[in-house]
């Protein structure tokens, strides 16, 4: 039987439609089981966004953190850390992130004056059980100050103890962000205060000997020595900044407190070596800038 021109047209037309619903449904079958590989790689690799305003903080660390000697001889003055503090000539990074209302209820000052990098998995451990959105680190600078340096944290374990704490506040709170703070240049601070009389009688007193120890020889064995502790400070740093990179919750600062240029009247003026109340404010202000920044620190 001959199919005449309009009924060959038809068919034709019925055909293309049915090509066209076959094709339809590859492509919505296809984003129904996640779409293509490119998509997923892509989703992948966004992994979890750093939240720019966290609305809660925990604090752990070191003396610095617990503002030693800021406010009064051989004391901690946590109302003045810079990272939890209430006073208002410092500004905290939590005053500045949840308001000066906010800070009593939402942030939780943990450092401990002393502490070293041994110390910093106990800390994140009571930090996990506020759940935190932001957990801010300061750590290493009582493992390079020594009293000899010898003593000194061997890098290796200084790695393998900031990798077990971070590992241990991850199964713990996997959701809180890190914000690390590099550790200070402990040399700068021993050429702020080494030519006061009255600073070096201080130093005999025990303050990280390692570095302040006879701090105006300039003796090939003190050079040499103060130079050991720098290089040594330079390798936590360097620690640091690799281990918080595997975290994707983890920002570490870029080594902006190491290059701080701490000048004499910022730091304490019982020690001459821990940041006083405009050392503390200025590490707020850092940490603010870096918290709050889109991208983290190149």
Known sequence: MRTTAPRRRARRTLAGAGAAIVVLAG??????????????????QAG????????????????ITRGFDACSVLA??????????????????????????????????????????????GQL??????????????VGSNDACRPLVSSMTPVAEFRAGFEKALSGLRAASPA?????SSVPDL?????????????RQIWKLGICQSMLADPLSAATGATSRREQVRA?????????????????LCRYDGGAVFQYPFAAD???????????KDGQARLAELAHRQVTAAEPPR
């Open 125 to 138: 451990t009571a930090a996990a059980e506020h759940k935190p959105d932001l957990v801010t680190v300061m």
């Open 176 to 180: 809180s962000e890190v914000y690390v």
């Open 266 to 276: 910022q730091l304490s003026r019982w020690d001459w070596f821990h940041p006083g």
């Open 232 to 248: 040594r400070v330079v390798e936590y740093n360097e620690v640091l900044r690799e281990v918080c990179a595997k975290d994707a």
């Open 187 to 199: 040399q700068r601070l021993w050429e702020q205060g080494k030519d006061s009389p009255m600073v």
């Open 48 to 63: 979890p966004r750093w939240n720019t305003a966290p609305a809660s903080i925990a604090a752990v660390g070191d003396s």
């Open 27 to 44: 492509v919505l079958t296809g984003c129904q089981s996640g779409g293509s590989a490119t998509e997923g790689e892509r989703g992948a």
């Open 76 to 121: 901690d003055c946590p109302e003045v850390s810079w990272a939890t503090g209430n006073d208002p000539a410092v500004q905290s990074l939590a005053a500045r992130l949840l308001g000066e209302a906010g800070v009593p209820a939402r942030s939780w000052n943990l450092a401990v004056t002393g502490s070293r990098m041994a110390d910093l998995a």
